[in-house]
Nanobody, 124 residues
Framework: VQLQASGGGLAQAGASLRLSCTAS????????TAWFRQAPGKEREFIAA????????YYADSVKGRFTISRDKAKGVVNLQMNSLKPEDTAAYYC??????????????????WGQGTQVTVSS
C-alpha cells in the first residue's frame, strides 16, 4: 500500500490548512489511518487518528480543538483539517495506515504503512 500525503505549505499563524492522505489500495477505507509529524531534531509524534469506520477519532492534546481528522470513504481519502495554526505546528506531516487490529492508536509502531511527508511551515 502506497500512501500519498498532500496539502502542506506555508501559512501564517492563525490560518488554516487541510492535509489529505490517499492510497494506492482500493480498500483504503478499511484501514485505520493516522497523522504524525516530525520537526527537525525531534521525534515523530502522534497528531490524530481515525478508525476504519470513521466512528472513532483520537487526538494529541497539543492539537485537540484545532485539528479535525475525517475520512471520505467514497473518495478514499483521509483529511486533516488544521485550524488556528501555530508556529510550533511547523513540521513534516506523515500519514500512516493499518489494516489489522490496533491496540493503541497513538503509537507509531501500530501502523504498517507510511507515506512520504508533506511539509507544513507556519510563520508568526
Amino acid at each position: 500500500v502506497q500512501l500519498q500525503a498532500s496539502g502542506g505549505g506555508l501559512a501564517q499563524a492563525g490560518a488554516s490548512l487541510r492535509l489529505s492522505c490517499t492510497a494506492s489500495e482500493r480498500t483504503f477505507s478499511r484501514y485505520a489511518t493516522a497523522w504524525f509529524r516530525q520537526a527537525p531534531g525531534k521525534e515523530r509524534e502522534f497528531i490524530a487518528a481515525i478508525s476504519w469506520s470513521g466512528n472513532q477519532q483520537y487526538y494529541a492534546d497539543s492539537v485537540k480543538g484545532r485539528f479535525t481528522i475525517s475520512r471520505d470513504k467514497a473518495k478514499g481519502v483521509v483529511n486533516l483539517q488544521m485550524n488556528s495554526l501555530k508556529p510550533e505546528d511547523t513540521a513534516a506531516y506523515y500519514c500512516a495506515a493499518e489494516s489489522g487490529y490496533i491496540n493503541d492508536f497513538y503509537r507509531r509502531h501500530s501502523y504498517t504503512y507510511w507515506g512520504q511527508g508533506t511539509q507544513v511551515t507556519v510563520s508568526s
